[in-house]
């Protein structure tokens, strides 16, 4: 069998048309399939369809402010103090324990004990998960990656997964029994699946990779764009002073350091595409059926047509032309646009004055937290890259906290 036909395409405009097109399914993550077979993100048509329209529910802004202003600040202070309280802390472990302590909450992974040690195991799963969902760019044996990431799923779903399965069920039988409202039910993606089940029918594995992909989603997603805002913002010590005061101090402009970073730094440097059908876009890209389409982001998102011609530059102040986001095309677009979007990195103002309603996300809010508690680089420990990634992800990024 021969290769399939590859074709990229750099440009802002045809990157912004490949992902409006029906006939091109995901690809980006057929080698980490461990994880991602059958979630969201990967179905297509009818079934991806099916299943976006009940998770859409979820994700609603007046959800997105419970979870901004009520339920995220207690999760940030608690698990920043003993940080602040030790002087010190690396921000790549300490992201991902604060974005999954939330994004736990959003999948329906429960955690009854509530205990430090129970914590540190869920996050110890979600490190490997999220190696087996990005094991195309993993640098090691990928065989033995595989077979390690399968072992950790099947622990994980005794240990949290199957324990969190049986309390909703035990809850949604005294919703059918009349002793319990449906709407006291929990607002997670677990309920909803098995509220759903008579629709979806949906296998025990694939419920498994469901919750694991929201686990590492909104954890993994959300700690990256964290750490590298961080990186930005602490760089302006140095270069401009003036918005490093401003990112302390106003919220609109952080969260839109944050849009910058994730427009420079998208969590993914490419998106993927098979075509299922001859597809061509307005530029003229001819993509055949069968072809295999590479979206290069960091090209599309660095496109001076529109982004200027510092469009390489982290800059907060950037003016846009109309229909640009601020943060270019790196949470997709169509029908696999970025379930939880709004939540992590807010809505973009386009302009105007934030109302009192207006959603910053919860990375600003988490940013704005270690910003508030005096956060600075270690100079005694520079930070430094993953080596096992080509992603560019930090390794480590040690700051410390003025006492």
Known sequence: MSDPVEITVASYASAREAFRQKELRQALYDEGDVVMADVLVNLHGADHRARRRLENRLFRKDTHRRYERELFPPIVAATLAPHVAEGRAELVGLSHELMMNLAASTAGVDRPLGTRHETMRLYAYLMVFIQGAT????????????????????????????????????????????????????????????????????????????????????????????????????????????????????????????????RLQPSSPVAMRWALADVELPDGTTIPEGARLTIDLMAANRDPAAFGPDADAFDPHRVLPGGVAPWGLSFGLGMHACIGQDLAAGVDPLGHEVDEDHLFGLVPVAVRAVLDAGGRPDPAEPPALDPESSRGYWGRYPVVFPP
Request: glycine share 4%.
């Open 135 to 262: 094991l195309a760019h993993h640098t090691g044996d990928h065989d033995a990656k595989r077979a390690e990431v399968r072992a950790a799923l099947e622990a994980w779903d005794h240990e949290f997964l199957a324990p969190s399965i049986a309390r909703r069920r035990a809850l949604i039988d005294q919703v059918e029994a009349g002793t319990l409202d449906e709407a006291e039910l929990p607002r997670d993606v677990l309920t909803t699946l098995l509220l759903h089940d008579g629709e979806l029918h949906l296998p025990p594995e694939v419920v498994r990779r469901e919750i694991a992909f929201f686990l590492l989603a909104g954890a993994h997603t959300s700690a990256t764009a964290f750490v590298r805002t961080l990186h930005h913002v602490f760089a302006m010590a140095d270069h401009r002073p003036e918005d490093l005061e401003r990112a302390r101090t106003d919220l609109t402009f952080l969260q839109r350091c944050v849009h910058e970073t994730v």
